[in-house]
């Protein structure tokens, strides 16, 4: 019984350098932020490297389903996400590390359609397949805009630049990814109109003590310089040009 008690003593306080921190990304992956075959490209696969080497673990980002991430953290297939506390898998049992970065959806538009409000959208726009969109942008959609829907962010900005729509809505850090793959003028584009914003938080199982301690520190003095990162970040694995043909920026 002593012997017993004693392994789960030394189990409970095992130190965070013998702790391994999986953190789910959607299966398909989401320019900039994580990308690749195995979700170990981008902005926050970086983070995770650098936070890793840090605290002296092992880290990195496990491709999983939206729908199959609850059931990951119950099975212990992972541990952590990036995500709005609000929109965690299992948020009560999870404790949100940050905000480590702000999320910003941004309107753009063609340049001689710039907005000044969302009263002044007329026309049409491109916008992503299931994604929700803030509802003074749904108030305008079927009366003074035309939707047309793109699978991905890639075929949605690819119709936007041949003039199939005037506006889409992207994350702006997505937007200037791809635009600077292809060497797109991005002032070209951008508008003031801000759709949605949120704050981003890791997300760490509340049972992973020793890991929220060193994810707490660490980002208590780190910054995600998101200017500095993006020129840096590599090409995705399969990148579908976007340029239209025999067009100039």
Known sequence: MRICLLII?????????????QVMGADEGFLPFYYG???????????????ALEAGITAGIRPMARKRQAWALEEGLA???????LWMPLPKRMHAVGPVLTWRDRVFAQPNRKPDSYDDLQGSICLRRWFVYSDR?????????VRHDAYNAQQMLHMFLLKRCDYIVMNDMEFRFLALLENVNTALYNTNLIDDEWPVYLGILKTEVALIEAA????????????????????PDRFISIQPRNQGN
Do not use: C, Y
Not at 37 to 51: H, P, Q, R, W, Y
Not at 216 to 235: G, N, V, Y
């Open 216 to 235: 707490e520190a660490f980002f208590a003095s780190h910054t995600i310089d998101l200017e500095a990162m993006l020129p840096k970040l590599p090409s």
């Open 79 to 85: 541990n952590a996400v990036f995500a709005n506390p």
């Open 137 to 145: 942008l749904e108030r305008r959609l079927g009366t003074d805009l």
């Open 37 to 51: 075959s195995n979700l170990n490209k981008g902005i926050f696969a970086e983070v995770i490297n650098e936070f």
């Open 9 to 21: 003593i030394a189990f409970w306080f095992l130190p965070v350098s013998s702790q391994t921190l």
